[in-house]
């Protein structure tokens, strides 16, 4: 029964196998999570003005202004993340001009928000 010959017992052996999967793995995994948790706690870090801003936006500006980052549809109202980035971005003083008196079709909020409310709301939009 016993063919006289001994194995060598080598500690994980089998897991030498594995190891490249696993070594990715171990890598990936953390990166992936960090990945998922900052964008499900963005909107979660915001604070103070900007946090005021968004419930503004929520109230106010969604109805029309809902379009995603990086959708540059020319149907609708223009997308507004990212209007204080990149080469066409808005000065803070167009913005509130824009907020304040409105831009056809656009309405005017400067009777609707306060001057602080305009600020929080700008703040807010300079996160997007």
């Not at 196998?17 to 870090?45: E, G, K, W, Y």
Request: aromatic share 8%.
């Amino acid at each position: 029964m016993f063919s006289g010959k001994t194995r060598e017992f080598v500690p994980f052996a089998s897991l030498r196998r594995l190891s490249a999967p696993l070594a990715i793995a171990l890598i990936a995994l953390p990166v992936l999570a960090a990945c998922f948790v900052s964008s499900a706690t963005a909107a979660d870090t915001l604070t103070g003005r900007a946090k005021q801003g968004q419930a503004i936006f929520q109230q106010r500006c969604v109805s029309c202004h809902n379009k995603q980052p990086g959708d540059t549809s020319p149907f609708g109202p223009p997308n507004l993340n990212g209007i204080f980035k990149g080469p066409s971005r808005l000065t803070t003083k167009q913005a509130v001009d824009i907020i304040e008196k409105g831009k056809s079709p656009m309405p005017a909020f400067g009777t609707v928000l306060t001057h602080s409310d305009v600020d929080d709301l700008i703040a807010y939009l300079r996160t997007r």
